[in-house]
């Protein structure tokens, strides 16, 4: 979902960082026999982030799930494999990850010794006990969780602050401005 993709860019660029959507990562033949899928197409990151300061580089990979139940626990323990691939097969977390850095190392968009971490956008969460358990299964893991408590907490101040040309800026805006007005 291309909407909810740029509005996480957008809150995730407030936050200091350089983002590019919809990132085609470059694997050499010998990284996809690696992953044991030779024939594998350019996997596309959703939205990839950048931060000069602490030298870091955000893979976030976005599920907006609006209209339906949301993300669970168990997708990030028992099943989605399909879904979240990057999350459950560490080899190939690892191979995407190494050649992201090693493209925006060689392009010069990020300096020497980036690291990659791995993070969810989504914006439900099926219930607050899931919510507590993803948050304990991505600190564990090193990953990071931009929940729906996040991207609303980061919408109501993007709401609140300067006027930017942007759409999803103006719409929270406009949406803030209203609210409550019948």
């Known amino acids: ?54 030298n870091e580089v955000l893979v976030i990979e976005c599920k907006s799930y609006l209209d339906s139940t949301g993300v669970t ?29 090693r493209q925006l190392e060689k392009s010069g968009a990020i300096l020497s010794g980036a690291r990659a971490t791995l993070c969810l956008a989504t914006g439900r969460i099926r219930n607050n006990s899931d919510r507590e358990l993803l948050h304990a299964v991505f600190s564990k893991r090193g990953w990071r969780l931009f929940d729906d408590r996040w991207i609303s907490e980061r919408t109501q101040g993007m709401a609140k602050s300067a006027y930017v040309n942007d759409a999803a800026i103006i719409a929270l805006k406009m949406a803030d401005r209203f609210r409550g007005a019948s």
């Open 1 to 54: 979902m291309d909407a909810f993709e740029n509005l996480v860019a957008t809150l995730v660029h407030a936050d200091g960082y350089w983002v590019r959507t919809s990132f085609a990562v470059e694997l050499t033949k010998d990284e996809k026999r690696a992953v044991d899928n030779p024939t594998m197409p350019r996997p596309e990151i959703d939205v990839l982030a950048y931060k000069p300061a602490l």
């Open 73 to 101: 626990h168990r997708n990030f323990t028992e099943t989605s494999k399909h879904r979240y691939k990057l999350f459950h097969n560490p080899v190939l977390w690892r191979v995407v990850g190494r050649a992201i850095i």
